[in-house]
Protein backbone atom coordinates (compact mmCIF):
# COMPACT_ATOMS: atom_id res chain seq x y z
CA UNK A 1 0.00 0.00 0.00
CA UNK A 2 2.84 2.33 0.57
CA UNK A 3 4.48 1.97 -2.80
CA UNK A 4 1.25 2.57 -4.53
CA UNK A 5 0.74 5.68 -2.43
CA UNK A 6 4.43 6.18 -3.48
CA UNK A 7 3.36 6.48 -6.90
CA UNK A 8 0.23 7.92 -7.22
CA UNK A 9 2.02 11.03 -4.83
CA UNK A 10 4.66 11.08 -7.30
CA UNK A 11 3.40 10.30 -11.00
CA UNK A 12 4.14 13.78 -12.04
CA UNK A 13 7.87 12.63 -11.67
CA UNK A 14 9.30 11.34 -14.89
CA UNK A 15 12.14 9.82 -12.97
CA UNK A 16 9.46 6.99 -11.23
CA UNK A 17 9.81 3.49 -12.35
CA UNK A 18 11.22 0.12 -10.89
CA UNK A 19 14.78 1.46 -9.68
CA UNK A 20 13.32 4.46 -8.14
CA UNK A 21 10.57 2.42 -6.32
CA UNK A 22 13.55 -0.26 -5.47
CA UNK A 23 15.70 2.44 -4.09
CA UNK A 24 12.96 4.30 -1.90
CA UNK A 25 11.86 1.29 -0.25
CA UNK A 26 15.20 -0.61 0.32
CA UNK A 27 14.10 -3.66 -1.29
CA UNK A 28 15.17 -5.10 -4.84
CA UNK A 29 13.67 -4.82 -8.12
CA UNK A 30 13.08 -8.48 -8.50
CA UNK A 31 11.06 -8.38 -5.32
CA UNK A 32 9.16 -4.95 -6.51
CA UNK A 33 8.20 -6.75 -9.48
CA UNK A 34 7.10 -9.89 -7.93
CA UNK A 35 5.26 -8.20 -5.77
CA UNK A 36 3.30 -6.21 -8.61
CA UNK A 37 2.67 -9.26 -10.72
CA UNK A 38 1.62 -11.34 -7.66
CA UNK A 39 -0.90 -8.42 -6.32
CA UNK A 40 -2.19 -6.57 -10.01
CA UNK A 41 -0.83 -8.62 -12.36
CA UNK A 42 1.03 -6.36 -13.99
CA UNK A 43 4.34 -4.77 -13.73
CA UNK A 44 5.28 -2.05 -11.75
CA UNK A 45 6.64 0.46 -15.05
CA UNK A 46 3.26 -0.94 -17.00
CA UNK A 47 1.49 0.53 -14.06
CA UNK A 48 2.98 3.51 -13.83
CA UNK A 49 3.03 4.06 -17.67
CA UNK A 50 -1.21 3.22 -17.35
CA UNK A 51 -1.54 5.74 -14.28
CA UNK A 52 -0.27 8.92 -16.48
CA UNK A 53 -2.14 7.69 -19.41
CA UNK A 54 -5.24 7.81 -17.08
CA UNK A 55 -4.25 11.17 -15.53
CA UNK A 56 -3.53 12.66 -19.16
CA UNK A 57 -7.24 11.63 -20.08
CA UNK A 58 -8.30 13.22 -17.18
CA UNK A 59 -6.54 16.49 -17.55
CA UNK A 60 -7.62 16.58 -21.42
CA UNK A 61 -11.11 16.14 -20.57
CA UNK A 62 -10.60 19.16 -17.96
CA UNK A 63 -8.14 21.38 -18.65
CA UNK A 64 -7.70 23.32 -21.62
CA UNK A 65 -3.92 22.87 -21.27
CA UNK A 66 -1.57 22.44 -24.07
CA UNK A 67 -0.55 18.43 -24.78
CA UNK A 68 2.56 19.69 -23.58
CA UNK A 69 1.61 20.72 -20.38
CA UNK A 70 -0.35 17.47 -20.24
CA UNK A 71 2.91 15.57 -21.26
CA UNK A 72 4.71 16.74 -18.44
CA UNK A 73 1.50 16.95 -15.46
CA UNK A 74 1.43 13.49 -16.48
CA UNK A 75 5.13 12.63 -15.84
CA UNK A 76 6.35 12.53 -19.27
CA UNK A 77 9.68 13.96 -19.78
CA UNK A 78 9.21 14.00 -23.68
CA UNK A 79 5.83 15.12 -25.34
CA UNK A 80 6.11 13.34 -28.76
CA UNK A 81 6.34 9.63 -27.13
CA UNK A 82 3.60 10.81 -24.52
CA UNK A 83 1.29 11.47 -27.95
CA UNK A 84 2.67 8.16 -29.44
CA UNK A 85 2.39 5.84 -26.07
CA UNK A 86 -1.36 7.79 -25.78
CA UNK A 87 -2.06 7.14 -29.20
CA UNK A 88 -1.38 3.37 -28.34
CA UNK A 89 -3.61 3.39 -25.27
CA UNK A 90 -6.25 5.10 -26.64
CA UNK A 91 -6.73 4.46 -30.55
CA UNK A 92 -6.62 8.52 -30.32
CA UNK A 93 -3.71 11.23 -30.07
CA UNK A 94 -4.21 13.71 -27.16
CA UNK A 95 -5.84 16.37 -29.37
CA UNK A 96 -8.33 13.90 -31.21
CA UNK A 97 -9.28 12.38 -27.54
CA UNK A 98 -9.84 15.80 -26.47
CA UNK A 99 -11.63 16.74 -29.33
CA UNK A 100 -14.08 13.82 -29.39
CA UNK A 101 -14.64 14.63 -26.00
CA UNK A 102 -15.47 18.02 -26.77
CA UNK A 103 -17.97 16.68 -29.21
CA UNK A 104 -19.88 14.23 -26.84
CA UNK A 105 -20.19 17.18 -24.75
CA UNK A 106 -21.97 19.32 -26.95
CA UNK A 107 -25.65 19.60 -26.92
Same mark, same amino acid.
Given at each position: @? =?? *??????? !? +? #???????? *???RFN??? %?? %????? #???? +?????AYI?? *? &??? #???? !????? @??? %? /?????????? @?? *???? &? %?? =????? !?????YRE?? &?? /?? +??
Amino acid at each position: @D =RI *LAYIQNN !L +Q #KPELNINL *LAARFNINR %VS %VYRWF #KREL +QTGPNAYILR *L &RIQ #KAAG !LLERE @DLS %V /KSIAFSSGFS @DP *LYFS &R %VF =RQHTG !LSPTEYREML &RQ /KN +QP
